[in-house]
Nanobody, 116 residues
Framework: VQLQASGGGLVQAGGSLRLSCAPSGRTFSSYAMGWFRQAPGKERELVARISSGGSTYYADSVKGRFTISRGNTKNTVYLQMNSLVPEDTAIYYC???????????WGQGTQVTVSS
């Protein structure tokens, strides 16, 4: 079972990126999914989460700038990131939340670098 995160890259402040998380080996359409990030020297933090029913949560630092969504089959999860700032620079990970077990499945991470 794997989660493949993609879409990271280098962007100037104020720019946008769209991250994708696609699973292989099983379907995650009935699981809550989250995007996390970890910047150098900092702890990993939850950026956004979407439930199987579509309810969303955002960290205060990204509210109004980031949007988490599911694809038509609900198996792929996206993170649209707008108005990026250098503080958004981090490795971004997607993860699947298994009821009772927390975030049990993780992707390999994709690097996002925002230049000033």
């Amino acid at each position: 079972v794997q989660l493949q995160a993609s879409g990271g890259g280098l962007v100037q402040a104020g720019g946008s990126l769209r991250l994708s998380c696609a699973p292989s080996g099983r379907t995650f359409s009935s699981y809550a999914m989250g995007w996390f990030r970890q910047a150098p020297g900092k702890e990993r933090e939850l950026v956004a989460r979407i439930s199987s029913g579509g309810s969303t949560y955002y960290a205060d630092s990204v509210k109004g700038r980031f949007t988490i969504s599911r694809g038509n089959t609900k198996n792929t999860v996206y993170l649209q990131m707008n108005s990026l700032v250098p503080e958004d620079t981090a490795i971004y990970y997607c993860a699947a939340n298994v009821a009772g077990s927390g975030y049990a499945y993780w992707g390999q991470g994709t690097q996002v670098t925002v230049s000033s």
